[in-house]
């Protein structure tokens, strides 16, 4: 954070130094735009000898073709290095929208998961998308004209002193009301464009929040509130936007007008019709200045949209420079192999970034290799907490937490994720295949090692049978086109394939049918054969006869044993028990129907 907040001290350092990957390619295109406006000025300029030979009515027809000539060459190079300078730019904004995005994910896959998390979808799909774009746009349009904007009034500025000075004061006389003008009409700027990008950001975590809540969105809303946080979001950001534009549209206005070229044309017109006939100002002179006057306030307009969104592109360059500036997990110097499927914590305590409350505190536990441990305990005990920390989700902040023996953060995290699977409550499919699907758990499979790994899922016979491209089938998004349980068994199969020694099980069949909950278990039974398995237990008749049952409380372990002994104990687990078997007794009947115990 310190980097980044140190390079937003240094004005548009941040914004320059995030393009230096394409540099070659901004600074040439640059550079050709330049010589493009100096080109340009130079074929005007040569208009003033060939309109004074002209009126001398003493020229060779051969000068005037030599001149025109090379007033044509000028136009034309103008022209050439005007295109080419485009050409350039465009292709170093393609590149460098390649590199920022691809830096930024590679960036996102190695920090904490937490970061990801309480970014939100919406803050990051703005870096990755819009910020990024923003930055392609100021790379391909705006750093040729921004060195279009600057050398070619710069070098028509000087060249109308040297020609007459007094002419070239009259050329600036709109000048300093339209800077006035100008200042007035982007007052409270950084402001404004900070509730701005505030409002958008809102917005973009309002659309995705709605897109990936369709479902619960039609199956409940009439109409009349699915797009409440949405449309609140809409209209906070057009309201900022109009209360910002109805602050400066005044000064715009008398900007724009001031900085066109038709006052600075009258008043070279007046002035110098004036100076005509008092004799003190030649026509050539004067037609030159006719030329090339309106190229100062032209450029200013153009100037000032730059302006705006070289001051986006900079936010958005600050915001990228954020993301990447977040810490990642550090990579063991040395690393270290896992030596067996043990799981231990010694002294483990953990605090979610941006919370003061410990999400866990001082556990210690040890699973040894092949054994079944289960993690019990009320929401927010910290069950699922310790089940993250093994893979490394987040690092302990104190304590360690070791797998095979070795403190995870002295083993490489792609030998750490071969050696733990971990198998989530919601399952993920990517709009892939379901071949590719499976085939994530283990990238060089053969076809046949994917088929197995889905029969022992029971998986395979749903994708051959029930799909319309059996294992070619397209999973859809977030695997939509396939059920909860086929989803669910085509994950399990993802690990299956993957053969890690430690699997750790977010109670898979938590929300699963009768049917699709037997093969589950099926699947479950086939992954976990001979490995550590650490299950996160929501159904607590599912884990009566797990080897170990450390039961959390409040960030910390409570107790731990087998089932018999932790009923019988009275202790956080028998009631915990106690309340879930009271549970199962609960059923729908019709109201003032007495219930089953009040029947006997």
């Known amino acids: 954070m310190s980097t980044a ?20 390619q901004v600074y040439t295109g640059m550079v050709m735009s330049a010589v493009s406006g100096v080109a340009w000025i130079m074929g005007v300029v040569l208009l003033r000898p060939v309109a004074a030979r002209m009126l001398e009515g003493e020229v060779a027809a051969s000068d005037l073709w030599r001149l025109g000539a090379l007033i044509l060459l000028f136009i034309a190079v103008a022209i050439v290095l005007r295109i080419l300078s485009f050409a350039w730019s465009h292709r170093g904004a393609f590149a460098l929208e390649e590199i920022l995005r691809t830096k930024l994910t590679t960036h996102l896959s190695k920090v904490p998961l937490g970061f990801v998390m309480n970014a939100g979808s919406g803050a990051i799909k703005k870096v990755l998308m819009d910020d990024v774009l923003s930055l392609h746009a100021f790379v391909a349009d705006s750093t040729p004209l921004l060195a279009r904007a600057v050398a070619t009034p ?92 109805d602050k400066s549209k005044y000064g715009a206005y008398i900007a724009g007008t001031l900085f066109s070229a038709l006052p600075t044309l009258a008043i070279i017109g007046i002035v110098g019709s004036a100076w005509l006939q008092a004799g003190t100002l030649d026509l050539p002179t004067f037609l030159l200045f006719v030329l090339i006057a309106p190229t100062l306030p032209d450029s200013i307009i153009p100037l000032v949209y730059m302006t705006t969104l070289i001051n986006l592109s900079r936010a958005g360059a600050k915001r990228i420079e954020t993301m990447l500036a977040q810490p990642i ?80 953060k002295d083993i490489r995290a792609d030998d750490l994720m071969r050696h733990v699977s971990f198998v989530f409550q919601v399952p993920f499919l990517l709009h892939e295949s379901i071949r ?39 999973a859809g998004e977030r695997g939509t086109r396939l059920s909860g349980g086929q989803r669910q068994r085509i994950t399990i199969a993802r ?72 009923v019988s104990s009275g202790g956080v687990y028998a009631r915990l028990w106690d309340r879930f078997t009271q549970a199962q007794g609960w059923g729908l009947r019709k109201t003032g129907t007495p219930a089953p115990e009040a029947t006997r």
């Open 436 to 474: 590719e699907n499976i085939r994530l758990g283990k990238p060089d499979a053969t076809d046949e090692e994917v088929e197995q790994a889905a029969q022992a899922a029971q998986a395979h016979e749903f994708i051959v049978n029930e799909l319309p491209n059996g294992y070619e089938t397209v």
């Open 154 to 245: 710069l070098i028509a500025l000087v060249t109308m002193f040297v020609v007459d000075w007094r002419m070239a004061l009259v050329s600036l006389a709109v000048f300093p009301i339209g800077m006035i003008a100008t200042q007035f009409a982007f007052r409270d700027y950084a402001t404004g464009r900070e509730e701005m990008e505030s409002a958008s950001e809102r917005m973009n975590s309002a659309i995705v929040e709605y897109v990936q809540g369709m479902q619960v969105v039609r199956t409940f809303d009439d109409g009349t509130s699915s797009f409440r946080r949405y449309s609140v979001a809409l209209n906070e950001a057009s309201d900022t936007m109009k209360k910002w534009s």
């Open 5 to 24: 907040q140190s390079k937003q001290s240094h004005g548009d350092g941040s914004l320059w130094t995030i393009i230096n990957p394409v540099k070659g």
């Open 495 to 566: 690990a299956i394939l993957q053969n890690s020694p430690v699997i750790v099980l977010d109670e898979a069949t938590a929300f699963a049918d009768p049917e699709n909950e037997a093969k589950i278990h099926a699947g479950i039974a086939h992954l976990t054969r001979g490995k550590t398995l650490i299950v996160v237990a929501h159904r607590l008749s599912t884990i009566k006869d797990a080897d170990n049952i450390v039961v959390l409380d409040q960030g910390g372990v409570a107790e731990q044993g087998v089932h018999n002994d932790l």
């Open 329 to 408: 997990l550090p990579e063991a110097l040395t690393p270290v192999q896992p030596r067996d499927g043990s799981v231990e914590f010694s002294k483990a305590s953990f605090t979610y970034p941006g919370r003061t409350e410990p999400a866990l505190q001082d556990v210690s536990l040890f699973v040894p290799e092949g054994s079944v441990t289960a993690l019990v305990g009320l929401s927010g005990a910290g069950k699922s907490t310790v089940a993250r920390l093994i893979p490394r989700f987040w690092d302990a902040d104190a304590g360690e937490i070791l797998v095979g023996g070795v403190n995870v």
